[in-house]
């Protein structure tokens, strides 16, 4: 019998991933520099030296924007914006635009941890002294093309970016909801008479994005020189306190006037919180996004494309439902599951973006029809192999259970290294790993790479901590912790290290597993 409408299932939207590789995990801000933070210099260049040699194709990375409070990339000031912590100043100096000596304050700072505080007092003075220096010589200056083309061409987010930042700064970093009424919107901001000073950071910021672009796009260059692919990361929400949410209010659920959330994201009690996770961004008015056929997500993507090539989805159940809080909410219990645009998104961006490529970031406890969404969008989800362990033959994450369009890890940024992940779980968990991949657990990293490039999982994605055997000192981001985090660094000699100790084995092990070629 025919199928009747109602319960027929859409057919598949086709998956990009139909072939096996490796790749590694590690965020620009780790880099090795004496800049206080990793930066866009030759460190890029010893890492893909490291991938290519290694027969890693893919370098993921987390979001690139501009972080705030609490330095997290998952909470930046625009969903399209970059970092401007990653421009690389000696760049600056051989253009002229610095000397030497405007580099040693930041010179001075840690190198083997980023200290955010530290790096804001330093940093954005040399940057504003550049761009200073670039204007006094008349701002003609082609160091990455022309700088009044890269502001017509992204014109659209980059202006009311600027602006807001500049705002910002005006209002010593009060929230745009408690700015004056003129300046509580960008469509009311634009068009009031603004101060000198507020016109000059609002350029200035401009000019940083025109300088954090214009070294992205050489490591782009030089990535696919190697035949490196770049994963981006794109969280579904975007900060309450940024400039998307001030420049387009209407397409998030906020009051009219005041432009205060009337409810945020999060996620419910679970068996690790009994009172969830209370996120705080504003919620999207779906309605008005599918009014217009996800325009702002469509410029998004297209933004994030530019930077890089495969998009990683974070919380992707977000799509199908989410968990709507009410605002001034104490914690995650009183909230209520949401419908979201489920698989009219997905068919909309795929209609407009035929070749994005995307990955399910699907963790977590999903319901089914989160995992019938995923399915239907074709898209790859993610497995963690330190899920897998610990309980029976059914888990879904243990490597027997892996589907190939998927991407398997050992662990991602919000995880303990392998190392130590082992080191802290239950005797019960340690021993399972042991009797599973028959091992001693004197190398259980190594252990762990192996299984991933092993898994049927088409996508292996190893974080380089655990390249670099490191224990829990090397954990990049722990969820809920208030600060403290987004801190690691590596030293250059570490990837040295790898690159001829390990980028054999690793090439080898591509090899073995069709993770790479054999040339």
């Known amino acids: 019998m025919p199928v009747t409408p109602s319960t027929a299932r859409p057919a598949p939207l086709p998956t990009w991933l139909d072939s096996r590789a490796a790749g590694v995990l590690v965020h620009p801000t780790s880099f090795p520099s004496d800049q206080g933070i ?14 290519a040699a290694a027969g890693i194709r893919y370098w993921q990375i987390c979001p690139l924007g501009p972080t705030g409070y609490g330095d997290s990339p998952y909470q930046c000031f625009s969903a ?34 980023v200290d955010f505080g530290a790096l804001y007092g330093a940093k954005w003075p040399v940057l504003f002294k550049a761009y200073d ?15 009044a083309s890269f502001r017509r061409e992204q014109r659209d987010w980059l202006e009311p970016y600027a602006l807001f930042l500049a705002l910002k700064d005006n ?42 672009f214009g070294q992205w796009r050489a490591v782009r260059a030089k990535a696919k020189q190697r035949g490196i692919e770049i994963i981006g990361d794109a969280p579904i929400f975007v900060a309450g306190d940024g400039a998307d949410v001030w420049a387009e209010p209407h397409l998030f659920q906020l009051d009219a006037n005041t432009g205060r959330p009337l409810a945020v994201a999060g996620v419910p009690p679970d068996y690790f919180s009994a009172d969830g996770q209370l996120w705080g961004n504003p919620l999207y008015a779906w309605e008005a996004h ?53 698989l009219d998104f997905f068919q909309k961006v795929h209609a407009a973006l035929p070749d994005c490529r995307l990955i399910a970031e699907d963790l977590g406890e999903l319901s089914p029809s989160v995992v019938e969404l995923r399915e239907a969008t074709g898209l790859p989800g993610m497995t963690i192999l330190q899920f897998a362990f610990g309980g029976g ?38 021993d399972h790993v042991r009797r599973y991949f028959r091992v001693d657990g004197r190398e259980l990293g190594w252990d762990f790479v192996r299984a991933a490039y092993a898994a049927v999982s ?49 090439r080898d092990l591509g090899v073995l597993y069709g993770r790479c070629d054999g040339e």
């Open 38 to 51: 990793g930066v866009l210099d030759e460190a890029v260049d010893r890492l893909l030296e490291f991938l």
């Open 80 to 113: 399209f914006a970059g970092n401007p912590y990653l421009i690389d100043l000696h760049a600056l100096v051989r253009a002229g635009l610095l000397s030497p000596m405007d580099l040693v304050p930041l010179q001075r700072l840690p190198r083997d941890k």
């Open 133 to 147: 220096a670039f204007m006094a010589a008349g701002g003609k200056s082609t160091l990455y093309g022309d700088f």
């Open 171 to 212: 209002f010593n970093g009060a929230p745009w909801w408690e700015w004056p009424e003129e300046m509580r919107f960008h469509s009311r901001a634009k068009n009031a008479a603004l101060p000198p000073n507020v016109l000059r950071r609002a350029e200035a910021q401009a000019f940083f994005q025109y300088l954090f």
């Open 290 to 342: 599918q009014k217009d056929g996800y325009a702002w997500w469509l410029r998004r993507l297209r933004a994030n494309l530019e930077l890089c090539d495969v998009i990683r989805i974070d919380h992707f159940r977000g799509f199908d439902t989410y968990w709507s809080i009410p605002a001034g909410a104490l914690n995650a219990r009183t909230g209520r599951w949401c419908t979201g645009p489920g």
């Open 393 to 430: 033959a059914d888990n879904l994450y243990l490597p027997h259970n892996l589907k190939a369009n998927s991407v398997v890890y050992p662990g991602t940024h919000d995880n303990d290294t392998t190392l130590g992940w082992y080191a802290s779980a239950p005797e019960k968990a340690r």
């Open 458 to 506: 088409n996508l292996a994605v190893v974080p380089l901590q655990d390249l670099l055997s490191l224990g829990s000192e090397a954990r990049f981001n722990v969820p809920g912790r208030p600060d403290g985090n987004w801190q690691w660094r590596f030293r250059a000699e570490q990837i040295a290290g790898l690159h001829q100790q390990s980028a054999g084995y690793l």
